[in-house]
């Protein structure tokens, strides 16, 4: 079963903009992962945040983190073209450190115009 | 040279088809997955090895069997082909322990006829 759900599924917008995704999750985590995959590749990851994390930066992504409602968002600031991907939020619900793999949510396809 | 590596890229094959699907990595990490993905649907866990001697199922394994064939490979067997297999099918890699992210091959687009 899905445990994150992001939100939007699909994201247009100008380059130069800042871009959102939120992602949503069912049960308690670890920790949450954030990953890119361009068309035709596999994933990278691009930034881990943990549970006990409220906020956490990376470059020109910053991700927040509210256990309380089980949610999390991924901000990119002045978006550029090559940031044209689909976007995933994962969670790690495991008890044997992450060995049960990652829960994946169904993405936000993000297209910068330019 | 990717570090994480799946092969064939592309495989066409028929329903009843035995097929192989093998993951290497170079990074020298201990625990690989087996991943599928489907349009709409993300990424489903398939199977996942701690080390050579240790096969996990995940959420879907139903009709998918693997070997880890040394720390190095991990393999995908689908026994018997059916259509609703057909997907994109990754492989990764992760070191031991949280907060670990895992490293992803490009993936094999297998389509079952």
């Known amino acids: 079963s899905q445990q994150g759900e992001e939100d939007p599924q699909a994201l247009s917008i100008q380059e130069g903009e800042n871009a959102t995704m939120n992602c949503s999750y069912k049960t308690s985590i670890n920790n949450l992962q954030w990953y890119r995959q361009n068309s035709g590749r596999g994933l990278v990851h691009l930034i881990l945040?943990?549970?006990?994390?409220r906020e956490k930066h990376s470059g020109r992504l910053r991700v927040t983190l509210d256990t309380s409602k089980k949610s999390s968002s991924l901000l990119i600031t002045a978006s550029r073209a090559a940031d044209t991907a689909s976007y995933f939020c994962a969670t790690d619900s495991g008890s044997g450190g992450g060995a049960d793999g990652l829960t994946f949510g169904k993405g936000t396809h993000l297209i910068i115009q330019p | 040279d990717a570090d994480v590596t799946q092969t064939p890229r592309n495989r066409i094959t028929k329903t009843g088809k035995r097929i192989m699907l093998e993951c290497s990595q170079t990074k020298g990490h201990d625990r690989m997955y087996w991943y599928r993905q489907d349009p709409g649907l993300g990424l489903r866990l398939i199977y996942y090895?701690?080390?050579?001697?240790?096969?996990n199922k995940g959420e879907i394994s139903d009709g998918y069997s693997v070997s880890r064939q040394a720390q190095a490979k991990f393999s995908l067997s689908l026994e018997s082909a059916i259509p609703n297999q057909t997907a994109l099918y990754f492989c990764?890699?992760?070191?031991?322990?949280?907060?670990?992210?895992?490293?992803f091959g490009d993936g094999t687009r297998l389509s079952i006829l």
């Open positions: 990764a890699t992760s070191d031991p322990g949280r907060r670990q992210p895992q490293h």
């Open positions: 090895s701690f080390d050579v001697k240790d096969i």
């Open positions: 945040i943990r549970s006990n994390e």
